[in-house]
T-cell receptor
Framework: AQKITQTQPGMFVQEKEAVTLDCTYDTSDQSYGLFWYKQPSSGEMIFLIYQGSYDEQNATEGRYSLNFQKARKSANLVISASQLGDSAMYFCAMREGRGGSNYKLTFGKGTLLTVNP | ETGVTQTPRHLVMGMTNKKSLKCEQHLGHNAMYWYKQSAKKPLELMFVYNFKEQTENNSVPSRFSPECPNSSHLFLHLHTLQPEDSALYLC??????????????FGEGSRLTVL
């Protein structure tokens, strides 16, 4: 079973509008972390935002916010005031557990966002 | 200098060739990773190194051979690859402390084409 599910292979949004990219996750751990990455056509994965499972507030980073609904196991990314440069692949990822000397992230299949002028 | 540097950015090789991908991180992190990104698939973790020691081999075929001489450098040696190995190979590093522990810092990737 997939641990990270991104149900939207592609999304379109008009410039300056807000868009929500969906992510649901599956874990039995109480402690975990959720990440969103952006991958432009250049290939580099760029970290956008992080939400810890014990964080009571939704994470925000500039125009990015994470709509964290723990009971529903969802961690949707909201991009406000979309810009043309936001066109890229967006990946949701999860780190499970705590402790140990290294962490592994499990990634979803991604959502291709296209911002139209 | 960017945090994580990968070379070469593009590589075309025949199935009988031997080549290597190189990754260097300038962030002082203790963990380094190789991920494979194929079209329409999630990123696949291949190898993890922590303080130069391999801590994860995710059932990767032996035609991929990693090497980590120190915490800043990571190589992926390639030998007798198959066309289905064509993909973007991403190197990443992380530090296992702090609030967002496990946050991966990625390089720009090496685009491999096997003919």
């Amino acid at each position: 079973a997939q641990k990270i599910t991104q149900t939207q292979p592609g999304m379109f949004v008009q410039e300056k509008e807000a868009v929500t990219l969906d992510c649901t996750y599956d874990t039995s751990d109480q402690s975990y972390g959720l990440f969103w990455y952006k991958q432009p056509s250049s290939g580099e994965m760029i970290f956008l935002i992080y939400q810890g499972s014990y964080d009571e507030q939704n994470a925000t980073e500039g125009r990015y916010s994470l709509n964290f609904q723990k009971a529903r196991k969802s961690a949707n990314l909201v991009i406000s005031a979309s810009q043309l440069g936001d066109s890229a692949m967006y990946f949701c990822a999860m780190r499970e557990g705590r402790g140990g000397s290294n962490y592994k992230l499990t990634f979803g299949k991604g959502t291709l966002l296209t911002v139209n002028p | 200098e960017t945090g994580v540097t990968q070379t070469p950015r593009h590589l075309v090789m025949g199935m009988t060739n031997k080549k290597s991908l190189k990754c260097e991180q300038h962030l002082g992190h203790n963990a380094m990773y190789w991920y494979k990104q194929s079209a329409k698939k999630p990123l696949e973790l291949m190898f993890v190194y922590n303080f130069k020691e391999q801590t994860e081999n995710n059932s990767v075929p032996s035609r991929f051979s990693p090497e980590c001489p120190n915490s800043s450098h990571l190589f992926l040696h390639l030998h007798t690859l198959q066309p289905e190995d064509s993909a973007l190979y991403l190197c990443a590093s992380s530090q296992d402390i702090g609030r967002a522990a496990g946050e991966l810092f990625f390089g720009e990737g090496s685009r491999l084409t096997v003919l």
